[in-house]
C-alpha cells in the first residue's frame, strides 16, 4: 500500500466528491483528503496488523508436512 492511497468515500458524509488536501502536511500522518460535499478534511492513517489474526492466520495456514 503507497502512503497516498486514495480512500473511495468520505468517513463522515459518503460522498465519493474526495480531493487531496494540500494544507499542513505532518511528516508520518499520513496526507488529508478534502470533501467537497460536507467540507470537512480528513486522514486516513494505516497502523498495523493485529498480532491475533497473525497467529491465527499462521495456524490455519497447512504446512508441508501436514499434506504429505
Known sequence: MSERAAPYYCPYCGDEDLEPHEGDGEKGSGYAWACASCAR???????????????????ATPTLEENA
Open 41 to 59: 478534511v480528513f486522514r486516513v492513517k494505516f497502523v498495523g496488523l493485529r498480532a491475533a489474526a497473525i497467529a491465527e492466520a499462521g495456524r
